[in-house]
């Protein structure tokens, strides 16, 4: 058969196997058992030609209501923001994306400097000394969190806010579960961590205080308490961030926090049904060496020019195997390039500005409702995100938003059932003034 | 900094300079002091460049000259699979129904993207020889957790607690023994006999009533295919333990061999490798994970089904481990991974593999005269040398690695695996031609004539790259791992 992906020819096919010393392909195959060999081909579709795949794949991705075409209020841990145009254009030069993890320095400066300014920038937002080079993505990189903490302490119990990310929760459960680490969900007052709970349940058997700052509805956390809870029986700060967010808001870092993680999707990272996104990691200097995953360091090379090397290795489970406290290998490089263009397009300006905008859109669009008679629960100070209240179920209001061009916000009674009809909206500032007032008076018809 | 030194993007930041045309403020604007509680208004300001976007693309463009990338040259990384990464695959993936959908919409507005992820399934499960598939995990490593996970499940649900031990072979992928660990297993090891195969005495002695699960590649890290994979799986199978497979080889065995077939019940895949999604500089990857039926019922929750014409997210699953990633894994990967065994077919992944051992055997059979081959017998769609016969001479497998880069290739995989010294491990994949392996070959057999007649060319190595070779020693003695500013 003939591929534009195969390049050997029949003749090429011949002069090989002359080389080798065999008849045919089939020899080379001979060590497979016959009871095991599989027969004939794969039962799979035949292939098709480039145009027609891409018209079946087109008129298949055509079945998805995108948010390039209709109006989303949906956030929950995925937002739809502004991408600099740029970010595409870089992360499609293919010495990027084709490239494998910067094993040799020497013909891989690119990406390892790319790296160190991802590192350096992921700092500077959290307010942290020490970023590694990306994680799968926030709710796994909080799940790591937890097991470097009950490392560190030799603790086996971790306590985690009920104002996570539900899925978050579940992933550094299932994680838990393979390290023999218990969690104990803290439960919430208005909206954000109980902090006479939390006080109770903390105690020195606790090695991390797990918490979302901005929440999982959106709101502020009370970072000042929640740090001197946790570190008066010396247990760890873990503090996961949306990292626009802290254009506005004080770092975790500046509040006393041991470890910051997050997903850095808001820079440049399209929703694309749930990932490829970016985790990152952010430590204290005191951590660095138990951080998982890739670190890029500066040093020289023999002429004493600058150069940028994957270093702290002997962490890593190539070198440790069993001994390795993570076993990470592959990340999330590329969309970690992505978000670095994203967050140097914006700037030490725009990434503030555009943090402010969220607020502001967010904040107008909850007086909004007001006026229109809704109840917004838990008010107080948040990032984007709100919860409003319904009455009715959430899931058949927004399939009637859906008809009229917008994706509706989040069902809340999905994972807490007090919060039955209850929508967690989220506005960015990609939302129009429009959109909003649209949004808030369609709700109101689907309320009345 | 050098006068050859690359600039850091802080380095040709300029204060009061833009590169971002954000949306217009529509709405009434009120001090952002009011809006936040007193402390939560960040004072210092994150220090992020400041430059246009003319700066930016510069930049970047400066950095990916410094990088090397498959489009850039031959790329023989062993068991990385550095296959050539369709460019369909890259236009499908951005189209905005797939790249611009959240994962948490209502399922009525996501029919397409569940039809793929659903048809991709099915794909995988006949491919693999599996029962299901789960597109959750993110990557390799995070598959072989998930797998690993789920067998602890499946032995705790049967009252079998005291399976604690993974046995995995010595020339196995460190993520291996690692994913062991974070499974909550302890590792034992089982040699490799002089053929590079698993000696089977060695795993009789070691497996027993605490064993768990025996972790295989197959073919090995060696490139040689396990031929007593059906022994060992009865021994395996009749100790009690499973039986997983690291899909990090499968491109040696596409429509050769089924792991199914084989009688391993677990498998995980690397969709960044086999099936071309791009490395992207190390990662995102995406690691589906494929079960016999009787493991079914742990897999992470949701599962893609089809109930009559209509696709929906399954999270009745009572026994499942749970999550391992948030929504459904690395969506985007999974779509060019759709994409690329689409525009194969059953004829074209079977050329692949043919293809992908066909130029691995015409590599190894032309260098075995130059440089030690220790396993003396074709090899599937890769192989390893050692480079013992030049380190008599002085120059070390590293050496001749660095040399390669003169000649702008991308050295093969070095020191790994770590039962064979001096280990230089190829993989040429089969999206290269006759004539570029010809070329490397060349570029090999005038290295090996270096170190005999002028080994400091060859110590000395790179020549010709932006830089020398980094002191490694004092980036890890003296970490400097972010910028600031003097």
């Known amino acids: ?448 | 900094m050098h006068k050859e030194d690359m600039p850091l993007i802080f380095e040709i930041s300029s204060p009061g300079r833009i590169g971002y045309s954000l949306p217009e403020m529509d709405v009434p604007e009120i001090d952002i002091a009011e809006l936040l509680p007193k402390g939560y208004l960040r004072e210092e300001e994150a220090e992020l460049p400041e430059v246009s976007e003319l700066d930016i693309m510069r930049h970047y463009t400066a950095l990916s000259k410094r990088n090397h990338g498959v489009d850039s040259g031959f790329y023989p990384l062993g068991s990385c699979t550095m296959k050539y990464n369709p460019k369909i695959n890259e236009n499908v993936a951005r189209y905005n129904g797939f790249a611009h959908i959240h994962p948490l919409q209502d399922e009525s507005s996501v029919q397409g993207a569940l039809e793929l992820m659903y048809d991709l399934q099915q794909h995988l499960i006949e491919i693999t020889g599996m029962d299901e598939v789960t597109l959750q995990p993110a990557a390799g490593a995070h598959g072989e957790w998930t797998g690993l996970m789920m067998i602890r499940a499946f032995h705790e649900a049967n009252g079998d607690t005291g399976r604690t031990k993974v046995i995995v072979p010595d020339s196995a992928h460190g993520t291996n023994p690692a994913s062991a660990t974070v499974a909550g297993f302890d590792t034992i090891t089982v040699k490799s006999n002089e053929q590079g195969l698993v000696d089977l005495d060695d795993l009789k002695r070691v497996v027993g009533p605490d064993t768990a699960a025996l972790m295989l590649t197959n073919p090995n890290t060696l490139g040689l295919f396990e031929e007593n994979i059906v022994e060992m799986a009865e021994i395996v199978h009749g100790a009690g333990g499973k039986l997983y497979y690291d899909g990090a080889n499968l491109n040696a065995v596409l429509s050769k061999a089924r792991p199914g077939d084989m009688g391993f019940d677990v498998v995980h895949l690397n969709l960044h490798k086999t099936f071309t999604g791009p490395h992207g500089g190390g990662g995102p990857g995406s690691g589906p994970v494929g079960v016999k039926s009787d493991l079914v019922p742990f897999l992470p929750k949701p599962i893609v089904t089809k109930r009559g014409e209509s696709y929906l997210f399954d999270y009745d699953r009572p026994q499942s481990i749970g999550r391992v990633k948030p929504f459904y894994g690395n969506f985007g990967i999974n779509v060019r991974a759709y994409t690329y065994i689409r525009s194969m077919g059953p004829d074209g992944l079977k050329a692949v593999t043919e293809n992908a051992v066909l130029n691995a055997n015409y590599m190894m059979r032309r260098l075995a005269e130059y440089y030690d081959l220790p396993f003396d017998k074709h090899c599937k769609h890769e192989f390893v040398l050692s480079g013992k016969r030049q380190k008599k001479l002085g120059v070390r497998t590293l050496d001749i690695a660095k040399r390669l880069l003169d000649f702008g290739y991308h050295p093969p995989t070095i020191y790994f695996p770590l039962n064979v010294e001096e280990c230089i491990m190829v993989e040429p994949t089969e999206t290269e031609s006759k004539e570029t392996l010809d070329e490397f070959i060349d570029a090999m057999i005038q290295i090996a004539k270096e170190a005999e007649e002028n080994p400091e060319i060859v110590q000395e190595a790179p020549h010709t790259t932006v830089i020398g070779r980094v002191d490694e020693a004092t980036a890890a003695r003296k970490p400097i791992l972010r910028y600031q500013k003097v």
């Open chain 1, 1 to 448: 058969m003939k591929h534009r992906y195969l390049p050997l020819t029949e003749n090429d096919k011949q002069s090989m196997l002359k080389t080798i010393g065999v008849e045919s392909i089939d020899e080379l195959f001979s060590d497979i058992p016959e009871n095991v060999r599989f027969s004939g081909e794969y039962n799979i579709k035949p292939a098709k030609s480039e145009p027609a795949l891409m018209k079946e794949l087109s008129r298949m991705a055509g079945k998805n209501a995108d948010l390039k075409t209709y109006s989303s209020f949906l956030g929950a841990g995925v937002y739809d923001h502004y991408i600099p145009v740029i970010v595409d254009h870089v992360i499609s030069r293919s010495e990027f994306y084709t490239a494998y993890t910067p094993y040799q320095p020497e013909i891989s400066q690119g990406e390892l400097q790319a790296i160190f300014e991802f590192q350096t920038m992921i700092c500077e937002l959290t307010g942290m000394e020490v970023a590694n080079s990306s994680m799968y993505d926030g709710p796994t990189a909080l799940a790591e969190a937890a097991m470097l903490s009950a490392g560190q302490t030799k603790r086996k119990k971790v306590l985690i806010s009920a104002t996570v990310h539900p899925e978050a929760k579940e992933v550094v459960k299932t994680y838990a579960k393979g390290q023999y680490i218990e969690v104990v969900e803290v439960p919430y007052k208005d909206g954000v961590t109980d902090l006479e709970a939390l006080a109770d349940l903390t105690d020195s058997s606790v090695a991390a205080v797990i918490v979302q700052y901005p929440n999982f509805f959106g709101r502020i956390e009370p970072m000042v308490e929640l740090e001197k809870i946790a570190h008066d029986q010396k247990s760890l700060f873990v503090v996961s961030s949306n990292p626009l967010a802290l254009g506005a808001l004080t770092p975790p870092g500046r509040f006393g926090a041991d470890i910051v993680v997050g997903d850095a999707q808001p820079f440049g990272i399209p929703a694309a049904f749930g990932g490829p996104h970016c985790g990152y990691f952010a430590v204290t200097s005191k951590l660095m060496r138990k951080t998982p995953g890739r670190l890029v360091g500066q040093s020289k090379d023999d002429e004493g020019r600058r150069g940028f090397v994957l270093t702290l290795q002997a962490r890593e489970q190539h070198i440790r195997r069993d001994k390795a406290t993570s076993n990470i290998c592959s990340n999330q490089a590329l969309n970690a390039l992505a978000a670095s263009v994203a967050m140097t397009a914006l700037g030490k300006n725009g990434v503030k500005e555009m943090a402010v905008a969220n607020i502001q859109k967010a904040h107008y669009a909850k007086k909004a409702f007001k006026a229109h008679g809704f109840e917004i629960v838990f008010e107080g100070s948040s990032f984007n995100e709100f919860i409003v209240k319904m009455n009715r179920p959430v899931k058949a209001i927004n399939e009637e938003l859906l008809s009229k061009g917008i994706i509706g916000g989040y069902d809340l009674g999905r994972d807490y059932p007090e919060l039955d009809h209850h929508m967690l909206i989220a506005v960015t500032e990609q939302r129009t003034k429009e959109e909003i007032d649209t949004f808030v008076q369609e709700l109101g018809d689907c309320h009345a």
